[in-house]
């Protein structure tokens, strides 16, 4: 075998193997190439380095390291056509995943939490965050609680303005406010107290504004020396939390039977003009000294205050809402908010 | 309350003060304003004028055609009223006025001429209940004058929100004083002139005056107008009681109600020549007794009403309203006046009693001044004078058998200054209540600086420091006052158990997909008919009813929550939302009687968490097509317990029972109880479709409710510690059944049999199946048994004879296998 011929068919072999790896499209085309050309039957050795030894010895160094050089060209072109294959491959897998990502997802849906419920539950955070404890009482209320102890005895004209729905005449009706709450619990316990009460409570009323049944909190604060000031700032705490930070408050004087001093608050509110403006958003004061004689607390030692608003007014005016009988149809469209 | 600003401005100047500077004023210490109205709005062009010329209309005989010179202009104007002559003085209303009726003037041609404005007479301008002609002014009004001004039109009333506790805010002077002590003096109150002529007759001569019952009639005070012409009162009077909302009728009704809104004592007239004899008896009513009142209702009393009688027959229900035989008419000439003094309590007991409101009655029943009497007596005749030309008989009898002395409070600044917050010179605070119309007089103390004020009268609302202390408050203003936080001091704080349990049950049922509601407590009783409950239904037996609802659609306490999620899920479905899913906390109410005394109602309220749901499982999600079932409903139940920590194998859930009173509307087919240990807690199923249809829902309807403080009472009596997962690693083996169950067949505790089998690890199904290649009435059901130990790897004779086990029940139950 000549030297010469040998060099020139290794180079033609080479051309061959890169042409012929260069069409394969499929990785297991090139497992069979790489036998094909390099295995240990395969061209590179049986045509090559088997014929190796009939060439003078002077020579064969110089073909074996061009047999090694074309072993290594072959190498590479496979690895390089292998990573290819294996791209092209990842493409069309891609391809095959396409979706059309703007169609809607499935979705699984969560509850939504009441927005009464919601602003209550915030409500009490933002007291219990300042130490104050939940308490509640029942919505079927003796008029001993929802009056007479509140310093409202039968006579007074302010029972009047309850509209109250009685269940026995003079004994037992829905509790008109969430008052009855403060007497129960300081009959029971000794202050210094710091309580909230939320709950339903009734009225005769039912119109865009009103709902007959109606949630109510309630807060009250016994200690010594607690004044007017401190309900102002407890008050204006309570509005930032709720409503932001613009916010402002005024006290302005009224009557409760039993809060001595009284005070209808206003928060500042901006209407659909920028206009600022004030809207009557909760009723609060002193507790009334007769209060604290009802449940044998010293009115000379012990002072408080209390306050009591609608937590649906308090969501009406937070998320806008024009007709509060929304409230209670239990529409799941306004529920969701589709 | 409504107060007119231009006759508030007789007794104390505010004609310089804008309505929003008047609101401020009043609004900042406690008078809330309803609303500002100016009730002659759009009279501003009204003017006098002179007809110059009137003719026949020539197309129309009821109509004249009137030329009216209004100064310096001249306008053609028609009118029905054909006593209308040339040289008449008219007030004249041009296009684009507005009447008081709120009526606006447009431009008219009739039959062919043009009216520029209207002749108006003086309903169309509210000074006369109802006017048959066009108002002739005096001659003396010059043409040209606009009446809008000249007769105090121009004027805004406040509508003042009087709190319950301040009868002496019910006054034109009363609001007055307010306004004093606002301004710091700086705007004095002055007193209307209460000066009369005296004729020679004493009051005695012509009345007899007696008390009988003095513990409800506190003072009675009386004079006699005689001479008295009964006429339309003045103008000026009939503008501030319409100002004011009230009808003018004749002056001497007239009289008496501008004294009541002037001085905030109500006060009434008798026609003395009506009564029987000349004497007047207070004393309370006879049991039977009738009375026939002004407004034409006729009342027959109990005995515990006041009445006003001439000793024979009843005048008058007292402090309430006048009888319709001794009021005042066209021809009465002698005019008994009454400025008494009554009992709160019994005036508003009467008033409920017959559910009568009145001026008066709104005013006794909140208190009315003992010591003003013989003052506003005297105003009274002193108008009546005035007006009427009547003579005044000489001396006021006045009957007061107990007179009252002015209430004297103490008053510490250390006190004022711990309830308030802040602290105030002492001048400031005397000044504040002298304002008032309070004595401050200084007092030794050993606590500081101390006042004995002396209370007026006409404030029954003081009695007590803290009520001085307000006033102080109030007057000062709260703007400008500081504001501190608290410190807490009390121990306890937070959310009990239960609030902290009700959370998570809410946070279970948002996270599971239900959405939460708020319905009312108040239901329709016609709503059980709905649900088709028998008679002697315990819902129907138990619901509580209110004594006065507002209407029947909310008149009864729900003892159940289902009708307010029927209620829910209509609306929704006959708004085309079919897909629903509910939630709510809230209370159920009951009656039942008292185990004590069974006569008597006790009240129970319980706390239930409801559920409800129909349509798709999976609404939101295109590959689920599933619609909510039975096993849905009872799969929340389950992970509610789960969520809860009751363990399952103290639950069980049998089916209910036909007598169960949720048989009635769930079929006890697909419905069952929910049962810890025993104790019933709750229930769940299927509603039955003629029920669904009774609230137009054509869609099957899963629901259930749970008591919510059982499940806490259990959740914390059997709440499982947490377990370490570690130790079951040892390898599980599993084997799965296909079982052909026959309908009717529960697998409850065949399966609670095989969880128990000792290796056995947990009981999953895992599929559930009817239709092709099942035979009917049969179902397919699949089991797959997990077989594990706890502490080695499980061996092969141990998996066989579990498996054997498993296998000896399934025979026992006569269960055939269809594959495993």
Redesign the interface.
């Known amino acids: 075998m000549e030297y010469q011929v040998l060099m020139e068919q290794m180079d033609s072999f080479a051309l061959q193997a890169r042409q012929e790896l260069e069409k394969a499209q499929e990785v297991a085309e090139l497992e069979r190439l790489r036998v094909q050309f390099l295995g240990k039957k395969g061209v590179l050795t049986t045509r090559f380095l088997k014929q190796l030894g009939k060439i003078p010895a002077e020579q064969r160094p110089i073909v074996g390291e061009k047999a090694n050089q074309v072993k290594q060209e072959i190498q590479e072109l496979l690895e390089s056509a292998k990573e290819q294959l294996a791209c092209r491959e990842e493409e069309r897998y891609e391809e095959s995943l396409w979706e059309d990502t703007t169609l ?11 927005l ?2 919601k602003t209550q ?1 915030q409500m ?1 955070d933002i007291f ?1 965050s ?5 308490m ?1 009482g ?3 209320e003796h008029v001993f609680y929802n009056f007479e102890a509140l310093n409202t005895p039968e ?4 029972r ?2 309850h509209d109250s ?5 003079d004994q ?1 009706l ?1 509790r008109t406010h969430t008052s009855p709450v403060q007497i129960r619990t300081m009959e029971k316990e000794a202050p ?4 909230v009460a939320p709950g ?1 409570v ?1 009225r ?3 119109d865009a504004t009103h ?3 109606f949630s109510q909190f309630e807060g009250l ?1 016994v ?1 010594e ?6 309900l ?3 008050l ?2 309570f509005v930032l939390q709720m409503f932001g930070s613009k916010k402002t408050i ?6 409760f ?1 039993f809060t ?5 608050v206003d928060v500042s509110w901006e209407d659909r003009n920028g206009q600022v403006g004030w809207l009557e958003v909760l009723g609060a004061g ?1 507790v ?2 007769n209060v604290f004689k009802a449940v044998g607390y010293d009115p000379e030692k012990w ?1 408080g205050f209390a306050f009591g608003m609608g937590i649906d007014r308090i969501t009406a005016l937070k998320y806008g809402l024009t007709d509060i009988r929304d ?7 306004f ?2 908010q589709e | 309350m409504y107060v007119s600003k231009k006759w508030l401005n007789h007794y104390i100047p505010v004609s310089d003060l804008s309505d929003g500077e008047l609101e401020q004023m009043f ?4 008078t ?1 304003i309803e609303s500002i109205e100016k009730p002659w709005e759009g009279m501003e062009n009204v003017v006098s004028g002179v007809l110059t010329r009137v003719e026949p209309h020539p197309n129309a005989d009821q109509l004249l055609v009137c030329r009216v010179s209004t100064g310096n202009e001249e306008h053609t104007v028609l009118t029905a009223d054909r006593t209308m002559r040339e040289g008449q003085k008219v007030l004249f209303a041009p296009v684009g006025s507005r009447l008081f009726d709120g009526k606006k003037i447009e431009k008219v041609t009739m039959r062919g001429i043009e009216s520029q404005g209207m002749l108006c007479s003086l309903q169309e301008l509210g000074l006369e209940d109802r006017s048959l002609e066009v108002f002739k002014a005096a001659d003396s009004l010059r043409p040209g004058t606009r009446i809008f001004y000249e007769w105090d039109l121009d004027d805004s009333v406040f509508d003042c929100e009087v ?4 009868p002496d805010e019910l006054s034109v002077i009363g609001l007055g004083r307010e306004l004093q002590a606002v301004s710091r003096g700086e705007r004095r109150l002055q007193s209307p002139p209460i000066d009369f002529a005296e004729s020679e007759t004493p009051t005695g001569e012509l009345v007899d005056i007696s008390v009988e019952d003095s513990e409800n009639c506190f003072r009675y005070t009386s004079l006699v107008v005689e001479n008295v012409q009964v006429g339309p009162s003045p103008l000026w009077l009939r503008r501030h009681l319409v100002a004011s909302g009230l009808r003018p009728i004749n002056n001497v009704v007239d009289i008496t109600n501008f004294v009541l809104l002037e001085m905030g004592h109500p006060v009434h007239a008798f026609d003395l020549d009506r009564l029987s004899s000349p004497r007047v008896v207070v004393r309370r009513a006879k049991k039977g007794e009738t009375l026939l009142l002004l407004n034409e209702q006729e009342l027959v009393f109990d005995g515990d009403e006041l009445l006003i009688t001439d000793g024979q027959f009843p005048l008058a229900l007292a402090g309430v309203m006048g009888g319709e035989r001794s009021g005042i008419g066209t021809d009465t000439r002698r005019v008994l006046l009454e400025v008494a003094s009554f009992n ?2 019994n005036i ?2 009467t008033l409920r009693k017959f559910n009568l409101t009145s001026d008066a009655g709104y005013r006794f ?2 208190g009315v001044d003992v010591g003003n009497n013989r003052e506003v007596l005297r105003r009274l005749a002193h108008l009546l004078q005035q007006v009427t030309g009547a003579t005044v008989s000489k001396g006021i009898i006045d009957v007061f058998p107990h007179p009252m002395e002015a209430k004297q409070v103490s008053l510490r600044k250390c006190k004022v200054e ?5 602290s105030l010179p002492s001048e400031q605070i005397e000044n504040i209540l002298k304002n008032l119309g309070m004595g401050v007089e200084s007092a030794a103390s050993s606590e500081g600086v101390r006042w004995n004020v002396r209370i007026p009268t006409f404030r029954p609302d003081i009695e ?1 420091e ?2 001085l ?2 006033e102080i ?2 007057i000062h203003g ?2 400008q ?6 410190v ?3 121990k ?5 158990p239960i ?1 902290d349990f009700r ?1 998570e049950i ?1 946070n279970f ?14 239901i329709d009783p016609e709503d059980f008919s709905r649900l088709h409950l028998p008679p002697e239904h315990p819902w129907r037996k138990q619901t ?8 029947k659609e ?1 008149s009864v ?1 729900r003892p159940t929550l289902l009708p ?2 029927l ?3 209509s ?2 479905f006959t ?1 085309q ?1 079919s897909d ?5 906390l ?2 159920l ?1 009951q009656k039942r009687s008292a185990p004590a005394a069974p006569q008597v ?1 006790e ?1 129970n ?1 319980q706390e239930m968490v409801g559920f409800a749901m129909m349509g798709k499982q ?7 097509h599933r619609e909510v079932d039975f096993f849905a409903l009872k799969g929340v139940v389950e992970e509610l317990l789960q969520h809860m920590r009751i363990p399952s194998e103290f639950v069980k859930t049998p089916r209910i029972e036909r007598e169960d009173p949720y048989a009635t509307v769930l079929y006890p087919a697909q419905a069952a109880r929910i049962e810890v240990r025993g104790e019933a807690i709750g229930v769940f199923g299927r509603l039955k479709r003629k029920v669904a249809g009774n609230f137009d829902i054509k869609q099957t309807v899963y629901f259930g409710e749970v008591d919510v403080a059982r499940l806490h009472y259990w959740s914390e009596e059997t709440k499982m510690e947490w377990k370490s997962v570690q130790g079951t690693n040892f390898p599980a083996s599993k084997k799965d059944f296909s079982l052909l169950v026959p309908r009717g067949k529960e697998m409850g505790h065949i399966l609670q049999d095989i969880s128990e089998i000792s290796g056995v690890e947990k009981v999953r199904i895992i599929d559930v199946y009817r239709g092709k290649g099942i035979a009917d009435g049969y179902t397919s059901i699949t089991l797959s048994v997990v077989l594990r130990s706890l502490d080695h790897t499980i061996s092969e004779e141990e998996i066989r004879a579990c498996l054997d086990r498993v296998l000896l029940i399934l025979n026992r139950e006569q269960i055939e296998i269809r594959e495993g």
Not at chain 1, 104 to 114: I, K, L, Q, S
Not at chain 1, 130 to 134: E, S
Not at chain 2, 27 to 30: D, E, K, N, T, V
């Open positions: 809607p997802g499935a979705r699984t849906r969560v509850g939504f939490e009441h009464v419920k539950r009490e219990l300042l130490g104050y404890r939940v509640e029942p919505e079927i006579w007074h004209p302010a009047d303005e729905f009685y269940i026995e005449p037992f829905l210094p107290l710091a309580i339903k009734y005769s009323d039912y709902l007959p049944m604060v200690d020396g607690i004044s007017v000031t401190d102002k700032g407890t204006e705490h005024r006290l302005r004087p009224s009557f039977p001595e001093p009284s005070f209808e002193m009334d000294p002072s409230l209670v149809r239990g529409d799941i469209r529920l969701r | 609004s900042l210490s406690g809330s709190t319950a506790n301040r709160p309590v508003r007991r029943e909140r711990a309830l308030l917050g802040f007590r803290v009520d202390v307000e408050g109030r709260y703007d006052v500081a504001s501190t936080l608290p807490i001091r009390s306890r704080r937070g959310r009990s609030q959370l809410r049922f948002l996270g599971t997909g239900f959405n939460e509601t708020y319905s009312l407590s108040l509580i009813e209110l004594i006065k609802p507002l209407s909310i306490l307010n999620f209620r829910m899920l609306y929704n708004h939302v629903v899913k509910l939630f709510e809230a209370n109410f109602d009240y309220e999976n609404p939101d999600d295109f590959s689920d």
